[in-house]
């Protein structure tokens, strides 16, 4: 397995924790990253996406199946995999004590770059990654977003053929996230096969060029964002009323345009419908509603929450539905 | 990028082991930043024994004769470097739980550099760390009144006996802190660092102790260590009883040599099972 097309495969990888539930873990995972590509794995909590990066990164042994990054077996050949990856955990691991220069020349010394080097490729890398000001103070004074990007940084000490990256942005607030975004897109632009978690759709939309959704230890649907959303169907239009008398009429006009089962929240007077033709709906829906007289507080195109997504996968059949797109 | 050098998997078994020691020392160096960047507690760590030292040569320094006269110091010191080497346990358990807690140890892990460079890098800065606090400590007893009797071929002996008990609690504080899952577990250790010290020929002489107390106290690695320390620094001791206190210099490496035996392999097998 050498000269690769795919980056990063999996084949039925299983994964028990000896002190974990059933279905903790990893229960045939299967996933193929296309080299110099982006793959979202979504999940909610406790799905197996940390399992699936530790494994994938060497931290953690599989119990079966097989997994190859960049062309090398994980189980058997883990030097040659870490020589070629990244790892950006879920939690930001750097020193707290160092400084953030500190850590990077550390982390350059690791990857055996000569002193002066290493303390170049820091400097480099702080700039980049706007950090300089901040680099000469302990990282134990950095904000959230900050410690983040100095997380990413020490990955990029030597560029990885692929990237790892564990909920880049779990608890940011959202100029960090953007910064943190920015910054993985920079990376995508050299080339680098990333593979990233996350809870969130939108980052994944934001970033991805192939999104896996995980559950409970499995890949259940797979595809590019918006194959996947059309599949899901597509965005959501929440109309809200300003009283429940409306309420009945509001809900034969939405059906015209639904393109799946209406959410009705009667205590918040609204009405939620999935629709494929985003605007067009938008538009029939409002004007059907001026027409029959009726004023809503509140019309709102948006994308589909995670939740709304694994309801729509799993509640179709009585198996877990597979959309691979 | 330019600066990237070439693989370690494809260089010669030589290269590979000057990468192992230059990766280890990298890591030991962090540990003498944190020395700089947070010299209040390194400081307090190594002023702690002095303390001690203070406390009990002033509460039992009059109370307690020592055997062919001398003062307390004198019979006091060896012990008390003993018992310093001893609360090194909890700076190694502390270090290795943080790391492992803050997700250090697995970034060190995803690297391409040998896994025991980490383990081996704990123990360098560590070693490193236990010199400086008995070099102050003996300085502190000298100030004191502590003096050695003998030679200094002997005294340099008794130095290296307690460097050996120091390296042989590293790994009991590496497995510790391997399997301790948080950094709070440490305080555990900081009590139990406390019988036993007082459990041994440190502070009092164990015939002194009710009968299976007193056997506990004389088969206690520290007071091994101890009472070969007095024996090489020509410091007054209690000469102990039975075989165990005649036999106090080859105890204090058969003592060491066993926990690194036991606790050697154990860090080893903890350290792998972070994969599992
Ligand atoms: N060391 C462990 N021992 C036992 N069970 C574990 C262990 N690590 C994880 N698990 C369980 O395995 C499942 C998957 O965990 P994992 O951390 O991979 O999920 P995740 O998708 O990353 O979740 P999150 O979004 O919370 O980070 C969870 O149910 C978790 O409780
Ligand atoms: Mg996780």
Redesign the pocket.
């Known amino acids: 397995m050498k000269a690769t097309e795919f980056a990063i495969v999996a084949q039925g990888v299983r994964k028990h924790?000896?002190?974990?539930?059933a279905?903790?873990?990893l229960n045939g995972f299967d996933l193929e990253v296309r080299s110099g590509s982006v793959c979202g794995l979504l999940?909610?909590?406790?799905?197996?996406?940390?399992?699936?990066i530790?494994i994938l990164s060497t931290l953690l042994a599989l119990d079966a199946g097989q997994a190859h990054v960049a062309g090398y077996d994980v189980a058997t050949q883990g030097r040659r995999v870490r020589e070629r990856i990244g790892l950006v955990g879920?939690y930001a691991a750097v020193d707290e004590i160092l400084t953030g220069r500190q850590n990077l020349v550390l982390f350059g010394r690791l990857h055996h770059l000569a002193a002066a080097s290493a303390r170049k490729r820091a400097d480099e890398l702080l700039e980049r990654f706007a950090l300089n000001e901040a680099g000469r103070r302990p990282v134990s004074t950095y904000s959230g977003g900050m410690r983040r990007r100095l997380d990413l940084a020490a990955t990029l000490i030597v560029p990885p053929a692929v990237l790892f990256v564990?909920?880049p942005t779990t608890g940011l607030d959202p100029a960090a996230r953007q910064e943190v975004w920015s910054a993985l897109r920079e990376l995508v632009g050299a080339g680098t096969t990333v593979l990233l978690?996350t809870?969130y759709l939108e980052e994944a939309d934001q970033l991805a060029d192939h999104i896996a959704m995980?559950k409970a230890?499995r890949v259940i649907a797979e595809g590019t964002p918006d194959a996947l959303k059309a599949a899901m169907g597509g965005n959501w239009l929440d109309i809200v009323l300003s009283n429940r008398t409306d309420a009945e009429t509001t809900k034969g006009i939405a059906a015209r345009v639904a393109s799946g089962e209406l959410h009705i929240d009667n205590s918040a007077h609204r009405v939620s419908v999935p629709v494929a033709a985003h605007t067009s709906a938008l538009i029939e829906v409002a004007s059907a509603l001026h027409e029959a007289g009726i004023a809503p507080v509140d019309i709102t195109l948006r994308r589909p929450t995670l939740d709304e997504v694994f309801l729509h996968l799993t509640a179709d059949s009585p198996t877990p539905a597979e959309v691979f797109v | 990028m330019s600066t990237t050098t070439q693989p370690a998997a494809m260089r010669s078994p030589f290269a590979r082991f000057g990468w192992a020691l230059a990766d280890s020392w990298a890591i030991a160096l962090r540990d003498l930043h944190h020395w700089v960047l947070q010299p209040g507690t390194v400081f307090l760590g190594w002023l702690f024994p002095v303390m001690i030292v203070l406390m009990f040569g002033g509460l039992f320094g009059g109370a307690i004769s020592v055997p062919g006269g001398g003062g307390y110091f004198e019979f006091l010191m060896p012990g008390m470097f003993a018992t310093a080497m001893l609360f090194g346990l909890e700076t190694t358990m502390l270090a290795v739980t943080t790391d492992a807690a803050k997700g250090v140890t697995d970034r060190f892990r995803s690297l391409p550099i040998n896994s025991a460079a980490v383990v081996l890098g704990r123990c360098i800065a560590d070693m490193l760390n236990s010199v400086v606090g008995l070099t102050i400590l003996v300085v502190a007893g000298l100030l004191l009144g502590w003096r050695w009797r003998g030679g200094l071929i002997e005294a340099l002996a008794a130095i290296g006996l307690l460097l050996l008990l120091r390296f042989a609690l590293l790994w009991i504080g590496i497995f510790c802190g391997m399997i301790a899952k948080r950094p709070e577990s440490v305080a555990a250790v900081q009590i139990l660092v406390w019988p036993v010290s007082f459990l041994s020929n440190v502070f009092v002489d164990p015939t002194t102790m009710p009968g299976w107390l007193g056997a506990l106290a004389q088969w206690n690695p520290l007071s091994a260590t101890a009472a070969a320390a007095r024996q090489l620094f020509g410091n007054p001791g209690w000469g102990g009883e039975g075989w165990i206190g005649q036999h106090a210099p080859l105890m204090a490496i058969v003592w060491p040599a066993l926990l690194v035996v036991i606790f050697l392999p154990l860090s080893v097998r903890a350290f792998r099972t972070l994969a599992r």
């Open positions: 924790y000896a002190r974990g539930t279905d903790a873990g999940g909610p909590n406790g799905a197996g996406k940390t399992t699936a530790r879920q564990d909920e978690t809870q995980l230890g």
